[in-house]
């Protein structure tokens, strides 16, 4: 294993930051993709009122409490998140824009087809 860099107060400051600004936005992309596809499935079914953005963010969040158990890191992901920071940061908003987009996708489908 190969030891890890410290870093400094700025970087850890910086990558603080990033990580809290990479949460924040997955929340909205996840948000964004729920009320949309609420809109497509849930209110015309149930015919209820459609919900925003802020809702969904919330719905999402308890989704993801409720559905995700914590899992501890292998070694190799331990070793790569204390060599690659950023890449670790980067790949949160990838992973979700990849997510959403695959589900909007299938949705639309979905809808078009229904």
Known sequence: MTPTKKLTGTQGAIGCL?????TVACM??????L???YAWFVVPTMRVRPIGI???IGLS???TLLGRLPKDPTEEEKQ???EHPW???ALGPV???SACSTALVIGWICHRLS
Do not use: W
């Open 80 to 82: 790569q998140a204390a």
């Open 87 to 89: 890449r670790s940061i």
């Open 95 to 97: 992973r979700a824009v």
């Open 61 to 63: 969040t308890i989704a």
């Open 28 to 33: 909205v992309i996840y948000g964004i993709t």
């Open 18 to 22: 990033s990580l809290i600004a990479t």
């Open 54 to 56: 802020a809702e969904a």
């Open 35 to 37: 009320a949309r596809l």
